[in-house]
Each structure stands twice: as structure tokens, then as C-alpha cells.
């Protein structure tokens, strides 16, 4: 067997070191942590590579993977008879993948920001007067826009005009 293939795949499960790793805090269960990080960390990334992520996009996953795996404590979840460790690992870093992508998702859309109301309802209503005209998409989008801009400057000199109390000027 060459050497690239067995850094891809899966070690055999030792579930004595599985087992060492998940106990309570010590040097030995944080020795056996690390020789599971150093066993596993290989096939993680030839699997992430595979699936097409870039050497570097790799790299992070695994990392940010083991770290998550580590902080969450989750290999207290696992034992000979739950089932494969390898599975567990694959079907962990894919729930992994799945939440990084929902994350990027959400920052893209704002992330932390504050969300703004969207009243849907208003909107389904004026797309019947922009609808009706025969324009295309892109027309009928800069129209609606002109009209709200159009909308919010004679509202804005309404007000104006109210606080200098020159009702008689604008009648809105």
C-alpha cells in the first residue's frame, strides 16, 4: 500500500484510546485527544478534499471540526457497542459542514444585524399596479422604485412644510 493511501484512510478504532480521550480531564486523556487528532486528522481532510474544498478550506474544517468535537465534549457519546467511530466522525464533520454553510449563509444575509420587518402583504398588494403594466421585470423594479423615492420626498416636504406650519402651501 503507498504511503498517500494510508494517510487517507480511517485507522483501525482503538476504543481503549476512544474511551481514554473522552474520561475526565487529565494528561492522559488529553495525551490520547491528541494521538485521536493526529490518527483521525488525515482521513477528515482527504474526505473534505475529496468533496471538492481547497486545500486551505480543508485545513479549517477539520480544525474547526476536532475543535467543536473537543469543546463539546462529544466523544463521551460514542462506545464499542453505538456503533463505528469512523461513522460517527463522517456523519459529526457532515453536520459540521452543514452548519458552517448555514453560518456563511446567515452572515452573508446579515449575520448579527439587526432584522428590518418586512411587511409581505403590502408588497403582494403593489405588485398587482406594476404587474399590470406591460413592462419587464427590470423596468417594472426601477419603476417601483422611482415611485417609492417619488413617495418618501413628498411625504419628507409634507412634513416640512407641517413644521414650519404652512399648512395652506401643501395640501397632502
Known amino acids: 500500500m503507498r504511503e498517500s493511501q494510508l494517510h487517507n484512510e480511517f485507522p483501525v478504532t482503538c476504543w481503549s484510546l476512544i474511551l481514554q480521550a473522552a474520561s475526565r480531564p487529565s494528561a ?10 493526529q490518527e483521525y486528522w488525515p482521513p477528515l481532510y482527504a474526505y ?27 466523544l463521551e457519546a460514542v462506545g464499542p457497542g453505538k456503533g463505528r467511530f469512523r ?8 453536520n459540521f459542514l452543514i452548519s458552517e454553510v448555514r453560518r456563511e449563509n446567515a ?3 446579515g449575520g448579527g444585524a439587526e432584522a428590518v420587518s418586512i411587511d409581505a402583504d ?5 405588485r ?8 419587464t421585470p427590470d423596468e417594472a423594479f426601477d419603476r417601483r422604485w422611482a415611485e417609492t423615492i417619488l413617495l418618501h420626498a413628498v411625504e419628507a416636504l409634507g ?3 407641517l413644521a414650519r406650519d404652512k399648512r395652506g402651501v401643501c395640501k397632502l
Open 28 to 37: 492522559a486523556s488529553r495525551e490520547a485527544l491528541g494521538k485521536l487528532c
Open 48 to 74: 473534505l478534499r475529496r468533496l471538492g474544498h481547497d486545500p486551505h478550506s480543508a485545513k479549517d474544517l477539520v480544525q474547526g471540526y476536532l475543535a467543536r468535537l473537543i469543546e463539546r465534549e462529544d
Open 87 to 94: 461513522s460517527y466522525l463522517l456523519v459529526g464533520l457532515r
Open 107 to 109: 452572515q452573508k444575509r
Open 122 to 126: 403590502e408588497a403582494e398588494a403593489d
Open 128 to 135: 398587482g399596479a406594476v404587474f399590470d403594466r406591460e413592462l
Open 159 to 161: 412634513q416640512e412644510y
